[in-house]
């Protein structure tokens, strides 16, 4: 990122074509915050087809959200907001010049963003083995199939690829950011944050906040339609 | 004179040209004026590739059974005709190449916020585009430019995958130069420069890249989709399984329209800068033109239905949007009755950038009237799938939208590369592409209207004269862009060297050396006047 | 900088509001309230999602240029879906287009 200058403490991490520091900040600030923006109507157009589909064909939406485990999708809701906690935690040692705990913290995040990649493997390993995978092992049977026939095979299968299309895209975002904490975790080692050198973190943990609320929309409209009464 | 024969400019200053030589010192750059010159060189790179497509086109259109390629080709022809022209030239063009040059100049800045971000915009352009030409090369497209479900995704044996993966990597190009240029212009601008003191240019890239930024994510999002649709069969855009091609349309459509704001907004940013110039008058009603910029790109967010009213859209939605369509062509008339307003007692001069300038007035004019036809439901009945929508998109796109470029590129030449173009033969230029585009595209009104389908590989045979005649005239354009390609690079060694304001024009830009040095300014300037201060401007330097 | 600093408290008062509402949620699908549980569970997402944006994103303490980012960003959201939902909802208000007779003739002169 910023080539450093080595005569100010002040100057450490200024990229040039900046006057100062603070204008760096705002400017990274606002920089991902514009990114957040397009995010939200990246994945504004999945929410779109949801909500298409699902005006379309309300029962096959019913019958494919039972199938899920709804248990698993609250534990890792928990888990992702518990993610979120460290991160602003990190963040705020960040700002506060503490380098341990800002090292703990978003080690903790990414231990999280793990347990929850984890849950999410073994949920999407227990689709292919209810054989509920759109085109690729689409064959349900048993106590399944009839929770899903009501509803339409055909559009119970749209059902799961919208699934899969909003868990999956969700997960490729949360592996980028385990990337970026593993990024920061090495940076914020080597001492790299200052009280007033910190936009990296704060840059990641607006993108981590960004993929956990996401998942804050996902978890209902997945998992809880309809009711389970 | 000099005796070094190595270097072309003994006597220039350092200047971002040759501070340092290399193919790793233009590759590795994170020089905004650089990176801007590499967009040029690709986007022309591709604009021949894609006028290559429409040569081909417009010669087998000569006779009524097709004079060159079987209609499978034919097909592939116009669509990769169409994805090339507005992905990798038109939607990059003014922005990626003028905006990244000029933003940072006109707003007394050193760089743009992000400058890798920006060197990072042209590489995944580049990728995007070799996964386009790969795709053109290993069997082509021939699904249209729009890519219509379900034969995009259910039907075609072409290459839909990989030009969707090309379209939706150079997608990202456009929202990271759109975010870097909303944060250079919000944080960046020197002392004095208020919101309304900046050039109507940026006022206009300003707008083009709020569209860049809220709207080709969800392209990103439907060429996703689209490429699953193809790989797996899923079926959310196929009938037959329950899905709805209008689902495509509408996530399509939602980015595409804005897109055409994206070409024609910068466009009339350089149209702005120019009049003012030549007309050495400020422009009329500054802030009314920039709010209009802005008024574009929000209401060109409301209006893509109108692209859907023959497929099956809800006559009620269809409704709505026609209303919308009707009042997003307010702002644009607004513009044009400025410029007029401008012209009006301005002590006018017709070098080559007034008469690109001139040229984009009455050709958007036209273009943006006959979109009035289109925007009424009844008349569009009628319209809809013929050459009249054809004609009424080339009219803004390369009458409006390539005039614009080029005029640009005449106007900011002397800065961008420290020399000055023959002034004669860009004239003469301008005229053969004016003459050469109106009959080329004014038949294709006629014909749409007569009722001629576009897509066609063969028509009835009372169409061929105008056939014949749209195809004349696109030869005549051809020669017209050849012309500059060759007086520009010409110029680039032998052509006289430019002072740092060589059409006394104001902003910032003009205040810096032609070429300009690599960090812009020795000094940031502050500001303290008016954009388009003419009138004092005319007395000092035209004695 | 000036960026004010969130006491550790207020991010662990939020974190508890936020385990909360996601009990709340869950706990909601259990019953039945009939159309009523989407409305419910849209609206429980939507205060979870605004605890974070204001404390763990600061927006609390942001200027206005990020809140105005924001809020476009949803608005031009909700155009895409509104918009689009218009054409799915009136879809039905008027009826299918009756097949033309090519066979019987023309009844106007």
Not at chain 1, 49 to 78: E, K, P, Q
Not at chain 2, 167 to 174: A, D, E, Q, Y
Not at chain 2, 386 to 410: K, R
């Amino acid at each position: 990122m910023p080539e450093p200058h080595a005569e100010h403490a002040e100057h450490i991490g200024l990229a040039h074509q900046f006057e100062d520091l603070s204008q760096q900040h705002d400017a990274d600030t606002f920089g991902i915050w514009l990114f957040l923006v397009t995010e939200i109507m990246f994945f504004g157009g999945l929410f779109l087809g949801y909500a298409v589909l699902r005006w379309l064909y309300f029962a096959a939406f019913d019958g494919g959200s039972h199938v899920l485990d709804i248990r698993l999708g609250a534990i890792n809701t928990v888990v992702l907001l518990g993610s979120s906690l460290t991160m602003a935690l990190s963040v705020r040692s960040a700002q506060t010049g503490n380098r341990r705990a800002l090292v703990l913290f978003l080690t903790l995040t990414m231990i999280l963003g793990g347990v929850f990649l984890g849950i999410k493997a073994y949920e999407y390993h227990q689709k292919f083995a209810e054989h509920i995978v759109p085109t690729l092992d689409w064959a349900p049977e048993g106590e399944v199939l009839a929770r899903l026939a009501p509803g339409g095979l055909n559009h119970a299968e749209l059902y799961f690829f919208l699934y899969f299309a909003m868990t999956g895209l969700h997960a490729l975002h949360m592996i980028i950011g385990m990337g970026l904490l593993f990024w920061l975790i090495r940076r914020a080692r080597r001492g790299s944050f200052t009280p007033s050198y910190f936009a990296p973190v704060e840059v990641v943990g607006l993108y981590w906040h960004f993929v956990d609320i996401v998942w804050i929309f996902l978890f209902p409209l997945l998992y809880l339609i309809g009711g389970r009464y | 004179m000099s005796t070094a024969t190595l270097e072309p400019r003994v006597q220039s200053p350092r200047n971002y040209l040759n501070a340092d030589y290399g193919w790793k010192s233009w590759l590795f750059t994170v020089d905004h004026k650089r990176i801007a010159l590499l967009y040029m060189a690709s986007i022309t790179f591709f604009f021949v590739i894609g006028g290559f497509f429409a040569f081909l086109m417009r010669l087998h259109l000569i006779e009524p059974q097709g004079a060159l390629v079987q209609p499978e080709t034919y097909n592939k022809l116009f669509t990769l005709h169409g994805v090339i022209m507005i992905f990798f030239f038109l939607i990059p063009s003014i922005p990626a190449v003028l905006g990244n040059f000029l933003v940072p100049l006109m707003i007394g800045a050193r760089d743009l916020a992000f400058p890798k971000l920006n060197l990072l915009s042209w590489y995944i352009y580049i990728v995007g585009g070799l996964f386009t030409l790969y795709s053109a090369i290993a069997g082509g497209v021939d699904t249209g430019w729009t890519f219509y479900t379900p034969y995009s995704s259910t039907y075609s044996n072409t290459q839909v995958t990989a030009v969707a993966v090309g379209v939706f990597i150079t997608g990202f190009s456009s929202i990271l130069t759109g975010l870097n240029f909303i944060v250079t212009i919000h944080k960046m601008r020197a002392p004095g420069l208020t919101w309304f003191r900046l050039p109507l240019f940026l006022w206009a890239i300003y707008a083009t890249s709020i569209i860049m930024t809220l709207g080709t994510p969800v392209l990103a999002i439907t060429i996703f989709l689209l490429a699953l649709e193809h790989l797996f069969h899923v079926g959310i855009f196929s009938p037959q399984l329950g899905g709805d091609p209008l689902l495509f349309q509408h996530l399509f459509w939602f980015y595409s329209h804005p897109a055409v704001y994206i070409m024609i907004l910068p466009a009339m940013g350089v149209v702005s800068e120019i009049i003012a110039c030549f007309a050495r008058k400020r422009i009329f009603g500054y802030k009314i033109v920039g709010f209009s910029s802005v008024a574009i790109a929000v209401l060109g967010f409301l209006v893509w239905g109108h692209h859907m009213f023959v497929t099956g859209q809800s006559v009620y939605a269809g409704l709505i949007f026609s209303f919308l369509s009707f009042l997003v062509a307010i702002p644009s008339a607004i513009k044009v009755f400025n410029w007029t307003s401008t012209l009006y007692k301005g002590s006018i001069s017709y070098e080559a950038p007034m008469l690109y300038a001139l040229g984009f007035i009455g050709l958007f004019t036209m273009g943006g009237l006959t979109g009035m036809f289109l925007a009424s439901l009844a008349t569009d009945v009628h319209l809809n799938g013929t050459y009249f929508i054809v004609a009424h998109f080339h009219y803004i796109m390369v009458g409006g939208a390539v005039m614009g470029y080029l005029g640009g590129l005449h106007f900011w030449w002397p800065k961008i590369s420290g020399r000055k173009y023959p002034n004669g033969w860009a004239m003469l230029s301008a005229a053969i592409i004016f003459i050469g585009f109106n009959l080329t595209f004014f038949p294709q009104f006629i014909l749409g209207y007569l009722g001629m389908p576009r897509r066609y590989a063969f028509y009835p045979a009372e169409f061929q004269v105008l056939n014949v005649m749209s195809s004349a005239g696109a030869s005549i354009l051809g020669i017209g862009y050849l012309i500059p390609l060759v007086y520009f690079i010409w110029s680039m060694r032998y052509g006289p060297v430019a002072e740092a304001n060589p059409w006394g024009a104001t902003g910032l830009e003009w205040q810096t050396p032609s070429p300009p040095p690599t960090e812009n300014f020795a000094e940031i300037p502050v500001v303290t006047e008016e954009a388009y201060a003419y009138s004092a401007e005319e007395e000092a330097s035209r004695a | 900088m000036s960026h004010q600093i969130e006491p550790t408290k207020t991010y662990v008062t939020v974190f508890a509001s936020l385990i909360g509402l996601t009990l709340l949620t869950t706990g909601v699908a259990f019953i039945d309230l009939g159309p009523f549980n989407t409305v419910v569970a849209l609206v429980i997402a939507f205060c979870k999602m605004l605890l974070v944006i204001l404390f763990f994103m600061h927006v609390r303490h942001s200027g206005g240029l990020v809140r105005i980012a924001l809020v476009a960003g949803f608005f031009w959201l909700a155009l895409l879906m509104g918009l689009t939902m218009s054409d799915y909802r009136t879809r039905t208000w008027t009826p299918p287009p009756q097949a033309w007779s090519n066979t019987a003739p023309p009844t106007h002169p």
